[in-house]
């Protein structure tokens, strides 16, 4: 990557640069392709995809991985595959319940991760925690591979100091720590400590951005829910995530629904309730240990799953009652084919849920539509690291990638030849 070439990445609204991008895009989806595929599937000229191949080439971000063998006449078509060495990219998911920190290729492999299960201590504390993850995950590249190393991406819950009795975090302690959060720019402190950009997303949105730019079902527009601690979304709307003016768009946890009939539910009083209050592993938690069951995780949380213990089947009849008028209401506004669902733990919970889900909507779909699909989402408890580490990615990669507002930090100056 010569200096000859910095300038051709830094105007993200260049045809060429556009062109690049959504030929990436194609391939992405391909798997593997011939300039002629390529030219077809993009919708360029075979000129423009030589000229184009010839310079992500140069750049490492693709590579000739053989040629075809269909017996056709004249020479093979020779198969053109993404370079999973050509970027990398550093997600740090930040939860009240824990921190996590994963590297990932160009192709979306995950090479390395760091976990730690503990409530999410003060800002500080958090910044020393990661600041030590990321230089861990540095050191595992070689000098010429952290020259491609794009910068980091933190995916968090906005408002940390939220919902905090939703959430059974009403001690003096949480409430301080949490209300820590919303008074800092974690993302610009990350990157005054480590050096790299840093892009920071809420993380239902970073976690359908992982969707778009990684995930297998080549979605374009779709509702993203992700069952964690809480409940969170993302909204994708014709290749781009939309954001809203605070960022919080498709945090389907605030939408108001009854209150819960389950004994373990707290009384609050009120008339309503909101989402995450029912449909979320907290609450399955908390009916979990109203059963006399000893919870310390999501290990324990998967195992009474996997175990099919009553309690888990009455809590799954609670959420889905408040999770599917929930859906009907979000997709009346956002007339999208598809939900993608996932969640922090599996153990048959989330084809439960997708079955349930599936069922209710079918139920009341219009007489004049069809329900939308529901199906799996690709990255399970990855999602918000995964969805983190795609930031960095999609911003220099994504030939829709004006849609992130967020970014602490522009791609650095080194890195404009790759994007």
């Not at 219009?366 to 329900?371: L, N, Q």
Request: aromatic residues 4%; contains cysteine.
């Amino acid at each position: 990557m010569n200096s000859a070439k910095a300038g051709r990445g830094v105007n993200s609204a260049s045809l060429r640069l556009y062109n690049e991008r959504a030929l990436l895009l194609a391939l992405r989806h391909a798997g593997e392709a011939s300039k002629a595929d390529l030219a077809r599937i993009a919708q360029l000229t075979n000129t423009a995809v030589g000229s184009i191949v010839q310079t992500l080439t140069e750049d490492g971000l693709i590579h000739v991985a053989g040629r075809r063998q269909d017996g056709q006449r004249g020479q093979p078509a020779s198969l053109i595959r993404l370079q999973p060495k050509g970027a990398f990219g550093i997600g740090v998911r930040l939860d009240r319940g824990s921190i996590e920190c994963v590297m990932v290729d160009f192709g979306g492999e995950i090479l390395a991760s760091r976990a730690h299960q503990m409530v999410l201590p003060h800002p500080e504390q958090a910044l020393a925690l990661v600041r030590d993850d990321v230089a861990e995950l540095r050191a595992l590249l070689t000098p010429a591979e952290r020259k491609r190393l794009l910068g980091i991406g933190v995916a968090q819950p906005y408002n940390l100091g939220a919902w905090l009795r939703e959430l059974d975090l009403q001690d003096e302690a949480s409430q301080a720590t949490f209300r820590a959060w919303d008074a800092v720019d974690f993302a610009a402190a990350l990157s005054d400590a480590t050096g790299l950009p840093v892009f920071g997303e809420n993380d239902g949105t970073a976690a359908a951005v992982a969707e778009l730019f990684y995930g297998s079902h080549h979605a374009q527009s779709f509702l993203y829910v992700f069952v964690g601690p809480a409940i969170g979304g993302g909204v994708a709307l014709n290749g781009d995530c939309v954001r809203g003016v605070s960022g919080n768009a498709g945090d389907i946890g605030m939408m108001p629904v009854q209150p819960s009939t389950l004994a373990s539910a707290p009384r609050t009083g009120k008339r309503r309730d909101i989402l995450l209050a029912r449909a979320s592993l907290n609450a399955l938690t908390r009916h979990l240990r109203y059963h006399g069951v000893a919870i310390d995780g999501h290990a324990d949380l998967e195992a009474q799953v996997r175990a099919r213990h009553p309690a888990v089947a009455q809590w799954l009849d609670d959420c889905i009652d408040a999770l599917a008028p929930a859906m009907q209401s979000a997709l009346a506004v956002l007339d999208v084919p598809l939900i993608i669902l996932d969640a922090d733990i599996d153990g048959g919970l989330v084809q439960a849920l997708i079955e349930r889900l599936q069922g209710e909507l079918d139920d009341g779909a219009p007489e004049a539509r069809r329900a939308p699909r529901v199906v799996r989402g690709c990255f399970g408890a990855n999602a918000g690291a995964v969805g983190a580490a795609s930031l960095p990615m999609f911003m220099n990669f994504s030939p829709r990638a004006d849609m992130l507002k967020g970014a602490s930090a522009m791609i650095p100056e080194a890195n404009h030849a790759i994007v």
